[in-house]
């Protein structure tokens, strides 16, 4: 599968931006779908990730109730929704992908299909 991701930008402290990744290739709905977070100099981050067809989710604290992550499996198409954005949120986030099944991977090493990145900037 091929990922691309996109949606990134410049925003406020408090602002939302919604990230998209479009994927293409072997049947979207049979990937666990997850974004990933990484600022210069620090490793990759797990953000969130989302089951293959029922939606059920899973988050790092320090985004719970700001970020919301959703697919739809018709359009190829996994979302992440970022509300209240803070500082620290800035980073290039990537979306992954993997077969295993499991939502509550969260080591980048256990996501075999990376979109190329799109860069958050959220501004104090």
């Known amino acids: 599968v091929q990922l691309q991701a996109f949606g990134g930008g410049l925003v406020q402290a408090g602002g939302s931006l919604r990230l998209s990744c479009v994927a293409s290739g072997r049947t979207f709905s049979s990937y666990t779908m997850g974004w990933f977070r990484q600022d210069p100099g620090k490793e990759r981050e797990f953000v969130a990730s989302?089951?293959?067809?029922?939606?059920?989710?899973y988050y790092t604290d320090s985004v719970k109730g700001r970020i919301t992550i959703s697919r739809n499996n018709a359009e190829n198409t996994v979302y992440l929704q970022m509300n209240s954005l803070k500082p620290e949120d800035s980073a290039v986030y990537y979306c992954a992908a993997h077969l295993r099944g499991s939502y509550y991977y969260t080591s980048p090493a256990d996501y075999d299909y990376w979109g190329q990145g799109t860069e958050v900037t959220v501004s104090s």
């Open positions: 989302i089951s293959r067809s029922t939606g059920s989710t």
